[in-house]
């Protein structure tokens, strides 16, 4: 027996979906049937054969390198013995605190010209401009680089779980028929590991498709930077929300295809449990090549910008740490903190909600919340923002009437439209992680409560949700920090003169004042490193 579901909190369970799929639902209309204007036309003529193409290339170039760098680490460390294994095992997935923002701008200050890299080869050698070859990091190559390192834990973790779990007996019976490690990995490991591989790919692809800070950086024309410019550039929502929608079928694709090879794949997710991987181990040289071959990820993608960015904040200084800093911090706080207390509540209501056994609707609408996490910021703001808009007009057009005084923009000229959107983005991550803890809230559970005498509230109070305060943590604390690290949906939604951490840092960087988003910059990463620390905790003690 569970506890009972009553009817409102299925209504309210549908209402919540409906709300989060409002913008996707917004988006996809007008990329339909809003009608093709001068600025669209404009924008097919010059601009969108380039936005497909880079955005093509992008994810051709990250698919295959977050695969290669993800699939290496997670074989070396799950299969092998080598000098440093036990570090690196956690160690590896630290680069996913890392925004990729925040490494565009400390690599740029690294290698471009007037950078430490490239005045020391001109002092060493004597070479002036134009007598030497360097690659440019801001340019499309360089993103895909640096997406890579910052991206490649999603297939690490999924791989290395695959590895650890369904390898032992399978990777025997191929050695029994003679083949060699290298053999057995590609013949026996990989393709149990594909539907995992698929899966982890698709998240790095979806957020490389999220991310706007860094190709507008380094002025790599995609989506997400045509969206900004033909909202406030040209002022155009209706094209705007279009080019949303060309992106949205991006990221739709990418859910299809992860969704098609995980059906199609099911054997690799349904054997059987088998017996722990036995180590090889790696002795020699092949140990430290090994070791070097694991620290250079790391190294690239957390390891160096985290140094560059901790001595620029404490060598030069941030000329606006200060009363300016701790304001723009307290935005944040209170925007994260704000949306994960909201996203926690919502979370448990929905969750409940789906344990009724007589209706499927609000499983359904479930699973319409979760794919709010695999939409953009920049599709989800555009979505927003066009009936949230309308709405402030119809509020204050009516108070007006009423009262003889205009009270301005109620919803996005505060917060409120903000938070709406950030929910809309996180809270699928917050339901998953509830879902999860309820696992452990089993149906005798409940009938024991109910012969004590207890109703279905003091069960909630009394019982669930002391099981559930790990699994609400951890929904409230990877919420908080997604919302800390947010910059599309910030940067379009932001009320007037309300700057976060995330913008501030943008900003300063965009302007070339890169030392003195250091520290904000800083803050940022710290921050995203209290869940990955946890995280990294679990994996090691699932080694063990």
Not at 154 to 166: D, N, P, S, W
Not at 222 to 227: E, Q
Not at 330 to 335: A, K
Not at 464 to 487: I, Q, W, Y
């Amino acid at each position: 027996m569970r506890l009972p579901t009553t009817p409102l909190a299925a209504l309210t369970a549908v209402l919540i979906a409906a709300l989060v799929a409002l913008p996707v639902f917004v988006v996809g209309s007008n990329l339909f049937f809003g009608g093709t204007g001068d600025t669209w036309a404009h924008l097919m003529a010059t601009v969108l054969p380039e936005y497909v193409a880079n955005t093509l290339w992008l994810c051709l170039g990250v698919g295959t390198g977050v695969m290669a760098v993800g699939v290496g680490a997670a074989w070396l460390t799950a299969m092998h013995d080598f000098p440093g294994r036990r570090i690196f095992e956690w160690a590896l997935v630290i680069p996913l605190a890392m925004p990729a923002y925040v490494m565009a701008y400390t690599y740029t200050d690294l290698l471009q010209f007037v950078g430490p890299v490239q005045t020391w080869l001109r002092e060493v050698f004597g070479w002036h401009y134009g007598d030497y070859w360097f690659p440019d990091v801001r340019s499309l190559g360089g993103a895909i680089v640096l997406f890579i390192c910052v991206l490649y834990p999603y297939v690490y973790l999924l791989a290395r779980t695959v590895f650890l779990e369904r390898a032992g007996s399978a990777l025997e019976a191929a050695r029994s028929l003679g083949l060699s490690p290298w053999a057995s990995f590609w013949r026996v490991s990989i393709p149990l590991a594909r539907p995992a591989l698929v899966a982890g790919t698709a998240l790095a692809l979806m957020e490389t498709l999220a991310d706007y800070g860094t190709v507008a950086y380094f002025g790599v024309n995609t989506f997400t930077t045509g969206i900004y410019r033909t909202w406030f550039a040209l002022g155009d929502r209706v094209a705007s929300a279009q080019l949303a929608g060309c992106l949205l079928s991006f990221v739709f694709l990418l859910l299809a295809l992860e969704h098609f090879s995980r059906g199609r794949a099911r054997f690799g997710a349904g054997a059987a449990r088998s017996r722990s991987v036995v180590s090889r181990a790696l002795k020699g040289w092949r140990g430290w090549a090994a070791s070097a071959l694991c620290l250079l990820p790391l190294l690239v993608g957390f390891l160096l910008p985290a140094g560059i960015l901790l001595e620029m904040a404490l060598s030069e200084g941030d000329a606006q740490f200060g009363t300016r800093f701790f304001i723009l911090a307290r935005n944040s706080v209170v925007l994260a903190s704000l949306t994960a207390v909201l996203a926690m509540l919502l979370a448990v209501v929905l969750a409940y909600a789906a344990r009724s056994r007589r209706s499927r609707m609000p499983r359904w609408a479930n699973r319409i919340v979760s794919l709010g996490y695999a939409v953009p910021g920049s599709v989800i703001a555009v979505g927003v923002l066009i009936p949230v808009t309308r709405l402030d007009h119809v509020l204050a057009s009516t108070w007006q009437a009423l009262t003889g005084s205009n009270p301005g923009l109620i919803l996005t000229g505060g917060i409120a439209a903000l938070v709406y959107a950030y929910l809309v983005r996180f809270l699928g991550m917050a339901l998953q992680t509830v879902e999860a803890g309820l696992v452990k809230v089993t149906p005798n559970m409940d009938d024991a409560a109910k012969s004590l005498g207890c109703s279905s509230g003091e069960t909630l109070r009394r019982v669930h949700l002391p099981m559930l305060r790990g699994s609400l943590l951890t929904a409230g604390l990877l919420v908080f920090v997604d919302v800390m690290k947010e910059l599309p949906a910030t940067l379009v939604m932001r009320p007037f003169n309300f700057d976060t951490l995330a913008t501030q840092t943008y900003i300063l960087a965009a302007d070339e004042r890169l030392t003195e988003a250091s520290t904000a910059a800083l803050t940022i990463v710290v921050v995203g490193l209290l869940p990955l620390i946890a995280l990294s905790r679990q994996i090691a003690r699932s080694r063990r």
